[in-house]
């Protein structure tokens, strides 16, 4: 189904995106989702911005057309993801991780790095990014604790004494019988009762 | 095994430092209760007389032992100070080498701003001494809130990021919070301790200067022999009048003790559990604590650790030093009195439990006095009230027995000269100027230099702070008596404290937490005024200092909680402290640092309660930071069928139905946080929450101008 877009809905750089697939609707709301995503990468460059947004709306309706069932607002979520796994891969030069590891080790050098400040243009640019900002990702690492060196630390019995061992065995013995402990604060309680009676006489 | 020399003090000398003490509580207690005595026997002693006696003999034998402490501490500041204490073993001028050093933060669901802002000052602080690559930071969460453990991560990585502290500054949260403090460290020491000869046991509100540190590695260095030094942390940072109030007394008051307390424990001294340097090795071999026989509240794990561990310490031969005159170490005291009780709830149960290892063997005996005076720094306010029940009742039986019975002496004798004053007047005065002296000595000792007077705000203001410390302090002494006694009851009986949940005004103060806090204890001192008048006005006009304590005790607590009163007070120039009138450089950054960071803008009331939750799952960076930290586990079916339900439910319905123990469990899990992220993210907007869709609108207003790329 094809549906005619207004184009004032659009910044600029978006007017030759034409879905030929899903309602304006739908793609005004993937367009909202896809630039609420950037800016949580703290991607404020507008016309930076513009640009990956009509980049992975053009990835998106391609999608669309050989599945119109998705929803656009998925599948410019999934592009926009896959546009960063593969742009994390090139810049950290890595390729034997995991989709999921790479994403989130990229996102942490790119926070270290600061790399959405000081690099506005650089992140998901399809030009080859900058040789320094390649290198602050590549060395950005976070070590949450150094290597371990493991000692074994075991609590040792502490003789408390013959008081204390007596008192203890007592006090374990009151424990598993709780009808004694209520009566011995029964007594306890007779007896200051009667302390008072036999001081006030 | 005896690792302590003879070097740094003969054992004769010490023996003779340690009988002047006793010695002094002993003359002082006796000359008391002989006074008491002879106000009692007037016609022979009844049973009642006895008990009132011994009773008096356990709590003036207390208030003796402050005294002494601080007459000795008089002595030696007087004379120029101790030329045996451990800060003097390094010359002024000499360079001891450090070495490797980890500074240790435990933190529980504090604020999480104040713990890392204090990091800063002292890692900064570090820095500017040139030392830094000795220094190791750690930050040992055992935060169980989510809110608070996002957080913890958040500033840690800003922090880093900010002062390069990658890789020197470590973060770790522990999965289960296995014996507390205690436990927290055991853990670091098990998983790092073998990498580091000394460790740095700080608090969460602790701050150390660069130049402290460095002088508690090299006193370490220089003894080998020496296993824990223990420094004076000073109060700081209180805002509201009662905070105020205790952190001047700190102040000026405590160097008297302190000295008095060097110059009879030397090397057999406490440690207090935190601004503490520890020689890590003996410490491993031998302070992991055992449980106590029974369970809580008296045995069970050992909750107030620090006076064991020096007791083992020293048990194992290692020398424990309080180092009370290095400079440069602080920590914040509780803002409120209510506040104040609640951790001496907590303290009064760890302390009560040490009744166990007072006879424990191997002990030393100055160890065994430290447990002892723990357990009696709580159990001698059941005992006063006891006291001063038990002198009510007999009040009331002299009252019932015949005129020509009754008469208070109208004299004192002793050895048989009359003084023709009231004896009951003359053990008064001899308790006040027990209870009140070392103040005085404390206030002459800051007024006879102009220079050191004007620290504290100068002679005048300095005087009428003291003056109204006195009052003020002697109006809590009830109360705190009546705190103290319940909690000793209700630790006994293996009952728990319930408090009610604060709700302070921007002022600090809570009007109602206060009446159902005090409630009874003013309830409790008008019937006792009321039935004391009754029985003798005498009597009730003896006991009205304790009783009017206890009838304000209602506005008394609020006024003090009231920062706008600490604030005034401040104009006024009284209870200035030397921190106040002249600031270290740490104290002044932290004060600016938290301003700033206190002006961030709080999330949305809607959002607040889960902000950590929400943060972890939808930032992209926190939800990268937060699952890098987690360990990857291979979940079994089970639990991945249980977490399927957990995250689809938290999309579909938002975060009001899950409990605390359901959000940390998906945080958690690693596999969870990354789903949530790519759901979250992929739905429509139609399959998510009413409460997730707000988020989503809601987090990007808010970072519309992110110059610091977490700290929101």
Redesign the interface.
């Known amino acids: 189904m094809e549906l005619p877009l207004d184009s004032d809905a659009i910044d600029a750089p978006l007017s030759n995106f034409r879905p030929r697939t899903g309602s304006m609707e739908a793609w005004n709301a993937a367009y909202v989702r896809v630039e609420d995503y950037l800016r949580a990468h703290r991607i404020h460059n507008r016309l930076h911005q513009s640009r990956l947004i009509q980049k992975i709306l053009e990835r998106a309706a391609r999608r669309h057309e050989q599945h119109p069932a998705l929803d656009p607002t998925t599948l410019a979520a999934e592009e926009a993801e896959a546009v960063m796994d593969q742009w994390f891969s090139d810049v950290l030069g890595r390729t034997d991780e995991t989709k999921d590891r790479l994403a989130i080790e990229g996102r942490v050098a790119l926070l270290i790095s600061d790399g959405a400040r000081k690099w506005p243009y650089a992140f998901l640019a399809t030009d080859n990014a900058p040789e320094d900002f390649k290198r602050a990702m590549r060395a950005s690492s976070m070590e949450a604790g150094p290597d371990m060196a493991v000692s074994s630390m075991v609590p040792r019995p502490i003789d408390l004494g013959a008081i204390s061992e007596a008192a203890g065995e007592t006090l374990e013995r009151f424990e598993k019988w709780p009808i004694l402990r209520t009566l011995l604060l029964w007594i306890f309680f007779m007896s200051a009762l009667a302390l008072v009676f036999y001081a006030t006489r | 095994m005896r690792i302590v020399s003879n070097e740094f003090i003969e054992p004769r000398r010490l023996a003779r430092r340690r009988r002047t003490f006793f010695t002094g509580v002993f003359v002082l207690t006796s000359l008391a209760t002989w006074f008491m005595a002879d106000l009692l026997w007037i016609n022979g002693m009844t049973?009642?007389e006895w008990a009132l006696l011994i009773l008096f003999v356990v709590l003036y034998s207390q208030i003796a032992i402050g005294f002494v402490t601080a007459l000795l501490g008089f002595y030696v500041i007087n004379r120029g100070g101790d030329s045996r204490q451990i800060s003097s073993s390094i010359a002024p001028g000499e360079d001891v080498p450090l070495a490797s050093t980890a500074i240790i933060m435990p933190v529980y669901n504090e604020d999480v701003s104040r713990v890392f802002e204090g990091l800063r000052v002292i890692f900064r602080s570090v820095q500017e001494t040139k030392k830094l690559e000795h220094f190791?930071f750690?930050i040992l969460s055992d935060s169980n809130q989510p809110n608070q453990w996002i957080q913890e991560e958040v500033a840690w990585?800003e922090l880093?990021?900010q002062v390069g502290g990658?890789?020197k500054i470590?973060?770790?949260k522990r999965r289960q919070q296995i014996n507390k403090k205690a436990g927290n460290v055991?853990d670091f020491?098990?998983?790092?301790?073998?990498?580091y000869r000394y460790m740095v046991v700080l608090d969460a509100d602790s701050i150390m200067s660069g130049a402290a540190l460095v002088q508690l590695v090299q006193l370490m260095e220089k003894n080998t022999n020496v296993g824990i030094i223990q420094t004076a942390p000073r109060l700081v940072n209180a805002d509201s009048l009662y905070g105020r109030l205790q952190q001047f007394a700190n102040r000026l008051y405590s160097p008297l003790f302190l000295a008095g307390l060097n110059y009879w424990q030397q090397y057999d001294s406490n440690y207090w559990g935190h601004n503490a340097i520890i020689r890590i090795q003996p410490f491993?071999e031998?302070c992991?604590?055992?449980?106590?026989?029974?369970?809580e509240p008296?045995?069970g794990r050992i909750l107030s650790h620090d006076f064991v561990e020096a007791a083992?310490m020293r048990k194992a031969g290692w020398a424990v030093w309080l180092a009370g005159d290095i400079e440069g170490s602080y920590e914040e005291g509780p803002p409120t009195l209510i506040d104040s009780a609640k951790r001496d709830r907590r303290w009064c149960q760890g302390n009560m439990q040490h009744?166990?290892?007072?006879?424990?063997?191997?002990f030393r005996p100055v160890n065994r006095f430290h447990l002892l005076m723990g357990i009696m720094a709580y159990c001698s306010s059941p005992i006063w009230l006891l006291f001063l029940i038990?002198s009510t009742?007999?009040v009331?039986?002299l009252e019932l027995k015949p005129a020509a019975a009754y008469r208070p002496e109208a004299f004192t004798q002793l050895f048989n000269y009359k003084i023709e004053i009231p004896e009951a007047f003359t053990l008064f005065i001899f308790t006040m100027l027990v209870l009140f002296l070392p103040k005085f000595i404390s206030l002459f000792l800051a007024m006879r230099r102009k220079e050191e007077a004007r620290r504290f705000g100068g002679r005048w203001p300095l005087f009428t702070s003291v003056i109204l410390e006195c009052v003020i302090s002697a109006l809590l002494a009830p109360i705190n008596m009546l705190f103290h006694a319940k909690f000793v009851v209700f630790t006994v009986?293996g009952q728990g404290v319930s408090w009610v949940t604060q709700r302070r005004g921007a002022e600090g103060d809570d009007w109602r937490e206060a009446i159902l806090t005090h409630g009874g204890q003013t309830l409790f001192g008008m019937v006792w005024g009321v039935s004391s008048y009754i029985i003798s006005p005498i009597f009730f006009w003896w006991l009205s200092p304790v009783l009017l304590g206890l009838v304000i005790s209602i506005p008394l607590s609020i006024a003090l909680s009231k920062v706008r009163f600490g604030q005034s007070a401040k104009t006024l120039m009284l209870f200035l402290v030397p921190e106040e009138t002249q600031p270290p450089y740490e104290l002044r950054r932290l004060r600016q640092n938290l301003a700033e960071c206190y002006k961030h803008m709080r999330p949305i009331e809607a959002l607040r309660a889960d902000y950590g939750l929400l943060q972890a799952v939808?930032?992209?960076?926190i939800?990268?930071?937060h699952?890098?930290?987690l360990r990857q586990r291979k979940p079994s079916e089970e639990s991945r069928d249980y977490f399927m339900q957990l995250r689809t439910r938290l999309l579909r319905e938002g975060p009001s139905g899950f409990t605390t123990k359901e959000k940390m469990a998906l945080l958690l899990d690693a596999e969870s946080m990354?789903w949530l992220h790519?759901e979250l993210?992929?739905?429509?907007?139609h399959a998510l929450a009413e409460w997730w869709r707000l988020a989503?609108?809601q987090?990007?207003v808010l970072?519309?101008?992110?110059i610091t790329?977490?700290y929101r």
């Open positions: 049973g009642v190791d750690f990585v880093c990021k990658f890789g470590f973060y770790r055991a020491l098990r998983r790092w301790g073998k990498n491993i031998h992991a604590l055992p449980d106590l026989p029974g369970t008296f045995g083992l009744s166990w290892l007072v006879f424990a063997k191997g038990i009742i007999h009331f039986d009986l939808l930032d992209p960076y939800n990268a930071v699952v890098s930290m990354i790519r993210w992929c739905l429509p907007s989503v609108r987090y990007n970072t519309a101008a992110p790329a977490l």
